[in-house]
């Protein structure tokens, strides 16, 4: 499996981006739950926000009501829609893939979020 993201940046705060997700193989996609999580500097790694291959969503209290995940199975695409950006936002952003037990990371893209 192999998942590439794109559409990080520099913004500043108040500002909208938004990250796209491509997976690879195809056959793989809509059958599986996807994500985004995010890795600040000396932070672990957290769940920002996933999709179910029902297009159930979950997201992070933090990013609750300025964030949207969505998927489009066509396109084999899962996007992260970011509202309202906060200097906090700052961190690498990471797309998984859940396949059975498992979970298939992204090489990541930077967001970074000025004040």
């Known amino acids: 499996v192999q998942l590439v993201e794109s559409g990080g940046g520099f913004v500043q705060a108040g500002g909208s981006l938004r990250l796209s997700c491509v997976a690879n193989?195809?056959?793989?996609?809509?059958?599986?739950?996807m994500g985004w999580y995010r890795q600040a500097p000396g932070k672990e790694r957290e769940l920002v926000a996933d999709i179910t291959s029902g297009g159930s969503t979950n997201y992070a209290d933090s990013v609750r009501g300025r964030f949207t995940i969505s998927r489009d199975n066509v396109k084999i695409v899962v996007y992260l829609q970011m509202n309202s950006l906060k200097p906090e936002d700052t961190a690498v952003y990471y797309c998984s893939q859940d396949v059975g037990s498992v979970r298939y990371w992204g090489q990541g893209t930077q967001v970074t979020v000025s004040s």
């Open positions: 193989p195809p056959r793989t996609f809509s059958n599986n739950a």
